[in-house]
């Protein structure tokens, strides 16, 4: 093997590592990501720069084809065929941004904003941009600037010193590592259900759930949270039986639930008082393929979930705001920066992960939101199904 052979393979190992180590599900290790741009950088052909890029996305991803296996009780085959489609646009635009000579600062920097928004940000996960949370908790949007301009270093001949002053940073920051505090007013409920969650529309699912949500209601507490699809199809029976159970009571309930009508469905979260509910919160960006199907129109077919793209970044609950987030916008970028243009007080993640038992997913996506809400400063309420 040709020297120039073994430093390719090298580079596309060394990315696999990266990704498998930064996005293994633990908040801290999010900065491992960074090396990814280096990698990237030092690529001497626009091949192996295209394989490090397949190898980086694919490790961080590792856990789709084993759950989409699980959720369609099939073989791996699909999974594996959904795993491959979504890496196109990340090995598409690293691939053609990367350039032989000039400047790699600005090119990078492109590919990093456009997998952040739409539409290639739809499948934007594992985006090193969201290790700004480790490095610098409580900076914000300056955080967010500085986190960029590292990046952008990483990419020119001064990397190795760029990377010195962010490891400098990494390490400041784990010594004193806190987790996110929760308002006294706030619990999420994790429930271990399986995928019975949002299939079981029985009276009796729902007594279990307003008795679960009763014992956890003590002291201050007052809004409490349950996971995507807790409550199944959200319709007037449910609506009232669910308002009746909380008279008396000053609890406010958020629950995921799912709208239908003949176009499709709605992904939502729905806010329930004694006083009687409402709509709060519709998903801006369900899961590409198995949920938000936008080529069934173009079919003249109905059905999949509606993506409300840039819609209610935030919610009003009681006196204040909130950031909502249901699953799979935990994973890319642009739903929370949105969200926290808006400044909310609070960010509510909810997910049903039963499908992802086996593989790190949930543990990516509680991280990734971890890592956002210590950049703003903001506490995390997460309530997941698994």
């Known amino acids: 093997m040709r020297p120039d052979q073994v430093r390719a393979t090298l580079l596309v190992v ?166 996110p505090t929760v308002p006294e007013a706030w619990q999420g409920v994790d429930l271990e259900l399986g995928a019975s969650l949002g299939r079981d529309t029985s009276m009796q699912h729902h007594r279990d759930l307003i008795a679960t949500v009763t014992e956890r209601a003590s002291g201050d507490i007052r809004h409490i949270v349950l996971p995507e699809s807790s409550l199944g199809f959200w319709t007037p029976t449910v609506e009232r039986f669910w308002v009746r159970a909380l008279q008396g009571t000053d609890i406010s309930v958020i629950a995921g639930a799912a709208v239908v009508d003949a176009g499709g469905y709605d992904n939502v979260l729905i806010a329930i008082s004694g006083d009687g509910a409402q709509l709060l919160y519709r998903e801006r960006m369900p899961v590409p393929g198995s949920m938000w199907q936008p080529w069934r129109p173009l079919l003249g077919q109905s059905g999949g979930a509606r993506a409300h793209l840039f819609a209610n970044p935030t919610v009003a609950v009681g006196n204040g705001r909130a950031a909502a987030l249901i699953c799979y916008e935990q994973l890319i970028a642009w739903p929370v920066l949105q969200s926290m243009f808006h400044d909310p007080d609070v960010i509510v993640a909810v997910g049903n992960g039963w499908w992802t038992k086996g593989t790190s997913i949930v543990a990516i996506q509680r991280a990734s939101t971890q890592a956002w809400g210590r950049l703003f400063a903001k506490p995390v309420i997460f309530s997941f199904n698994t």
């Open 14 to 179: 060394a990315s696999i590592v990266a990704g498998t180590v930064g996005w293994s599900g633990h908040v801290l290790l999010l900065p491992v990501a960074f090396t990814f741009p280096v990698l990237w950088a030092l690529a001497r052909t626009r091949l192996t720069a295209a394989f490090v890029s397949a190898g980086y996305f694919l490790a961080t991803s590792r856990g789709l084809p084993q759950g989409v296996a699980t959720f369609y009780s099939s073989d791996l085959w699909p999974g594996l065929l959904l795993w491959l489609c979504a890496s196109l646009s990340f090995v598409a635009v690293h691939t053609a941004l990367w350039t032989k000579v000039g400047p790699r600062s600005p090119r990078y920097l492109l590919a990093a904003v456009l997998m952040a928004i739409p539409p290639f940000g739809i499948t934007g996960w594992a985006h090193p941009i969201t290790a700004a949370g480790v490095l610098f908790p409580g900076w914000g949007w300056w955080g967010l600037a500085a986190t960029t301009a590292g990046l952008m270093g990483l990419v020119t001949r001064m990397w190795p010193a760029v990377a010195i002053a962010l490891l400098g940073f990494w390490s400041w920051s784990a010594a004193f590592w806190t987790e």
